[in-house]
């Protein structure tokens, strides 16, 4: 019943910016914790950022400096502003939310990917 939906990704060239968003929708009481993830071909799924309902950060030493997570919770949506993008950032991005479905019950959901391709 609950839905991510990612948006903003596409092609890019080195040093240029991006911002991502993720959208929940359905039936939500809350949402927890929320976090971008990217997985390049051939490599491990790797945190990028999260943040949680409070707005306590945490970011891979890769994207430090350069990325911005946020979120508004009263519209369920996480952003990730992407700057000073450089190939190496490349891949596909997942968006993952902790979801209080009732005040009892807790899920993980995953977006299906937005791309990101930097272009030197």
């Known amino acids: 019943q609950v839905r991510l939906v990612e948006s903003g990704g596409g092609l890019v060239q080195a040093g240029g910016s991006l911002r991502l968003s993720c959208a929940a929708s359905?039936?939500?009481?809350?949402?927890?914790?929320m976090g971008w993830y990217r997985q390049a071909p051939g490599k491990q799924r790797e945190l990028v950022a999260d943040i949680t309902r409070g707005g306590s950060t945490r970011y891979a030493d890769s994207v430090k400096g350069r990325f911005t997570i946020s979120r508004d919770n009263a519209k369920n949506t996480a952003y990730l502003q992407m700057n000073s993008l450089n190939p190496e950032d490349t891949a596909a991005y997942y968006c993952?939310?902790?979801?209080?479905?009732?005040?009892?019950?807790?899920?993980?959901?995953w977006g299906q990917g937005t791309q990101v391709t930097v272009s030197s």
């Open positions: 993952n939310a902790l979801v209080l479905l009732t005040p009892r019950y807790e899920y993980a959901y």
């Open positions: 359905g039936s939500i009481f809350s949402i927890n914790d």
